[in-house]
């Protein structure tokens, strides 16, 4: 099946043919479906805290000893499909047709002063006719216009203030500064970009950082990462055999954000804050966005120091009254029940592995339209119960249980997580070991108008932190704004 050159084509990405025939299997039998207990909701799973206990939080993660802290952001990929509508509009416009008054394109140019990359001498006058639709779209998407077609979403001009532009990654680091600062006022930021796009956020940093940190007395600290090659999957024909491009070269994808697992593993802070790059809100929501980033970093951190009070006590002389109180805390708390278990070595044993691992803080959003991915209680390979955050694709459509307790959702994830990295003796998790290789998505996609199946990794907050301690904690849709479409900015949210 394969020859010489794909053998060298497959070594050069970094990766062995065994790698190639697990994922090629993967194609062939699918994966399995995750087996859905219940819904998430509060009083199971989801924590609805009062102002008292929000307070608290706060201020646990303001006293508590953190060994390191950082941001993390994923940021790579063009914002082709926050384009996606106005690319639509403007081949109907280059065709001689026009638009509906209340179509994307059309919507988007009678609106265009009220976009933060409005320039009166690139767009002029909103005008009601076809040719300025036309002209409008071609300036916003081609290369002689501001391309934005082609540049990552983090270089996009969102908000608009009084004397300034911010692009997506300005209010990234104006947030930081709100809530992660660490000794000597300095704000640690990863985020993970295409290489081609590295010059476009290079050129962003230098123009905005010395402004930033002379207004809101900080040091900034910008890495920027990209997504190993290595972690790219292959892509198959429809009948699961692999798929070649024009030249007989095998075709190779971008396995999704589950890949940035790699990325994450990299990371020295113990305390680590992961938000997209596109759920950024105007500065007018700082205050209860920074508000609810520490509730859940104070959540965390509570979370951390009761479970390495648990383990530094088996360190000791455990006996069968702990692990009683380990196995309550585990249940109530973190939704983990385990089957019967009488022998205490055994139940020692099944103790320490539940508790040291890697922990997270999910915030989750009220869902007011219709239910989908989110917070679920499943059932894994080992009989165990545990806290999941599922994509719609991983729930059995034809299973009654599994879509009763889908309707019966009351939260989505808008993800917004905080994450502790490190155990109870100060040394970093190896992150890919408390992956699930099993929680993937098979995809349809088309190149050069063929077809052909993708393969995703399990999500970064899906299956690739599958066996992490895990809690859900509600926090307000007014900390959810993400631009998955350029009309998103024209929201209260991202208006001054």
């Known amino acids: 099946m394969y020859t010489e050159k794909d053998l060298q084509q497959i070594a050069a990405r970094g990766t062995d ?9 993967h194609f062939q039998k699918g994966f399995p479906w995750m087996k859905i207990v219940a819904a998430a909701t509060p009083g199971l799973g989801i924590r609805v805290l009062d102002k008292k206990a929000a307070e608290e939080a706060v201020a646990y993660y303001q006293n508590a000893e953190v060994h390191g802290k950082c941001k993390f952001v994923p940021a790579s990929g063009a914002a082709s499909r926050m384009f996606k509508d106005q690319f639509a509009g403007l081949e109907k416009l280059e065709a001689g047709e026009d638009l509906p008054a209340d179509a994307p394109g059309s919507r988007l140019a009678a609106h265009i002063k009220d976009f933060a990359f409005y320039d009166p001498d690139l767009f002029g006058e909103p005008v009601d006719s076809a040719e300025y639709r036309r002209d409008t779209l071609r300036k916003l998407l081609k290369s002689d216009g501001l391309a934005y077609g082609d540049k990552p979403k983090g270089v996009l001009k969102f908000h608009r203030y009084a004397d ?10 104006v947030e930081a500064q709100a809530y992660l600062r660490e000794s000597g006022n300095r704000c640690t930021l990863v985020v993970t970009i295409s290489p081609e796009h590295r010059a476009l956020f290079e050129e ?30 292959i892509a198959v024909n429809t009948d699961d055999t692999p798929f070649r491009t024009a030249d007989g070269s095998l075709l190779f994808r971008p396995a999704g954000h589950g890949a940035l697992i790699h990325n994450l593993n990299q990371v020295e802070a113990e305390l680590v804050s992961i938000k997209n790059i596109d759920n950024v809100a105007h500065e007018k929501l700082l205050p209860i966005t920074s508000l609810y980033k520490q509730v859940l970093m104070g959540e965390a951190l509570k979370l951390r120091d009761t479970i390495f009070h648990f383990l530094r006590r088996l360190d000791g002389q455990p006996d069968a009254a702990l692990c009683d109180e380990i196995e309550h805390f585990l249940e109530n708390t973190l939704c983990v029940r385990m089957p019967k278990e009488d022998n205490l070595q055994r139940r020692i044993a099944r ?16 869902n007011e339209g219709e239910p989908g991915g989110g917070p679920y209680v499943i059932e894994g390979k080992d ?19 599994a879509m009763a307790a889908m309707k019966g ?5 808008p993800v917004d997580l905080v994450c502790i990295l490190r155990d109870y003796k100060g040394e970093r998790f190896d992150l890919e070991k408390y992956v699930d290789p099993e929680a993937g998505f098979i995809s349809s996609k088309s190149y050069q108008g063929r077809e052909l ?10 299956g690739a932190m599958s066996d992490w301690n ?22 209260p949210a991202h208006q001054a």
């Not at 300034?164 to 680091?173: D, G, M, P, S």
């Not at 508790?355 to 959003?365: Q, S, T, Y």
């Not at 307000?476 to 998955?484: A, G, M, Q, R, S």
Request: glycine share 4%; charged share 25%; proline share 5%.
């Open 17 to 25: 043919l065994r790698r190639i025939e697990e994922q090629i299997a």
């Open 164 to 173: 300034e532009v911010r692009t997506a990654l300005a209010e990234h680091l």
């Open 204 to 233: 962003v940093v230098a123009e905005i950082v010395p402004i930033y940190e002379q207004r809101y007395g900080v040091k900034y600290d910008i890495r920027f990462t990209y997504q190993d090659k290595a972690t790219d999957t």
């Open 351 to 366: 103790a320490r592995a539940k508790l040291d691992r890697p922990i997270r803080a999910c915030g989750m959003v009220r």
């Open 383 to 401: 009989g165990c119960t545990s806290l999941q955050i599922l994509e719609s694709v991983q729930i059995d459509k034809d299973n009654p249980q």
């Open 409 to 413: 959702a009351t939260h989505f994830n």
């Open 453 to 462: 199946k993708a393969l995703e990794a399990p999500g970064l907050w899906n």
């Open 470 to 491: 895990t809690i859900f904690v509600e926090v307000p849709l007014e900390t959810f704004n993400p631009v998955k479409t350029v009309l998103d900015l024209l929201r």
